[in-house]
C-alpha cells in the first residue's frame, strides 16, 4: 500500500465515524423527546383522572385554565375550548389539554366535555 491509499482509507473512516456520532447523537435527542413525552402523557391521564373521576361533577375540567403539571418538574398545562361542530350537536364541547414545557408544546389531548348550559360553566 502507499502513503496515499493509507490517507484515503483514513479520510473514509473518518467521514464513517462523523456520520455515526452524529447520527447517534440525532437519535439520544429523539429518544429524550419522546421519554418526556411518555411521561407527560402519564401525568396528564393522571391529572384528567382525578378531574374526572375524583370531583364527582360533570364540570370538573376547568377551561380555560393553567397550572403546572404535577409530577413533570418545569412543565405547565393550559386548557382551552376547541370549536368542533360535532361535539356541539350533541351537547359537548371539546377541550384541549396542552402541556408547554420552556415555551413549546411537549404533548396535547382533546378531551370532550359535557355542556349543561352557558349559565352553568359551559362553554362561553
Not at 104 to 109: A, H, N
Request: overall charge positive; charged content about 25%; glycine content about 12%.
Amino acid at each position: 500500500m502507499t502513503l496515499i491509499e493509507v490517507i484515503a482509507g483514513l479520510v473514509v473512516l473518518a467521514v464513517l465515524v462523523c456520520a455515526v456520532t452524529l447520527a447517534r447523537g440525532r437519535f439520544m435527542r429523539q429518544w429524550e423527546s419522546a421519554q418526556r413525552r411518555t411521561q407527560a402523557a402519564e401525568a396528564v391521564d393522571r391529572m384528567l383522572a382525578g378531574w374526572i373521576g375524583g370531583a364527582g361533577t360533570e364540570d370538573a375540567i376547568p377551561v380555560p385554565a393553567r397550572g403546572t403539571l404535577p409530577g413533570m418538574e418545569g412543565c405547565a398545562w393550559r386548557t382551552q375550548w376547541v370549536t368542533d361542530a360535532g361535539a356541539t350537536r350533541v351537547g359537548a364541547g371539546v377541550v384541549r389539554v396542552e402541556v408547554i414545557e420552556a415555551g413549546r408544546r411537549v404533548l396535547s389531548v382533546d378531551v370532550m366535555k359535557h355542556i349543561r348550559g352557558s349559565d352553568e360553566g359551559g362553554r362561553p
